[in-house]
């Protein structure tokens, strides 16, 4: 009789165990699922900018004239328009200068973004000095 006492207790607390090992399974579940729709949810946020490749004579005076003086003698290659949902546009510039090609990014008003290179090794080498 003490045995099966015993027995029963043990399955009692094992029964326990499972459910809220199950529990915690389900909830783990449920974030994951919530951290997956976060994630989606921030791809889409990305995927509303609009890339599209434009005219050099399209880009705006002010990003023009902004690059001339950043990299005077800079041959400008191609250009794409980014747009983004809410209105606001940038640009990223392929670029010679220095004998490097190099890809530029510069909001409309000229304001200067960043820098890829293909060339440098150090992407410090390509951007522009400040004044």
Same mark, same amino acid.
Request: hydrophobic share 30%; proline share 2%.
């Given at each position: 009789? %003490?045995?099966?006492?015993?027995?029963?207790?043990?399955?009692? !607390?094992?029964?326990?165990?499972?459910?809220?090992?199950?529990?915690?399974?389900?909830?783990?579940?449920?974030?994951?699922?919530?951290?997956?729709?976060?994630?989606?949810?921030?791809? $889409?946020?990305?995927?509303?900018?609009?890339?599209?490749?434009?005219?050099?004579?399209?880009?705006?005076?002010?990003?023009?004239?902004? +690059?001339?003086?950043?990299?005077?003698?800079?041959?400008?290659?191609?250009?794409?328009?980014?747009?983004?949902?809410?209105?606001? %546009?940038?640009?990223? !510039?392929? +670029?010679?200068?220095?004998? %490097?090609?190099?890809?530029? %990014?510069?909001?409309?008003?000229?304001?200067?973004?960043? !820098?890829?290179?293909?060339? $440098?090794?150090?992407?410090?080498?390509?951007?522009?000095?400040?004044?």
């Amino acid at each position: 009789m %003490k045995k099966m006492n015993v027995l029963s207790a043990l399955v009692c !607390v094992a029964v326990v165990l499972a459910s809220c090992n199950q529990k915690t399974e389900t909830e783990d579940a449920a974030s994951t699922e919530e951290n997956l729709e976060t994630t989606v949810g921030d791809e $889409a946020d990305l995927s509303t900018a609009h890339e599209k490749a434009i005219e050099i004579t399209a880009l705006p005076s002010s990003v023009t004239s902004k +690059i001339q003086s950043d990299y005077p003698g800079a041959e400008l290659i191609e250009a794409d328009e980014i747009s983004q949902e809410d209105g606001a %546009k940038s640009y990223d !510039v392929e +670029i010679k200068a220095d004998g %490097k090609t190099i890809e530029v %990014k510069y909001d409309e008003k000229g304001t200067f973004l960043g !820098v890829e290179s293909d060339d $440098a090794d150090q992407k410090g080498e390509t951007e522009p000095e400040k004044e």
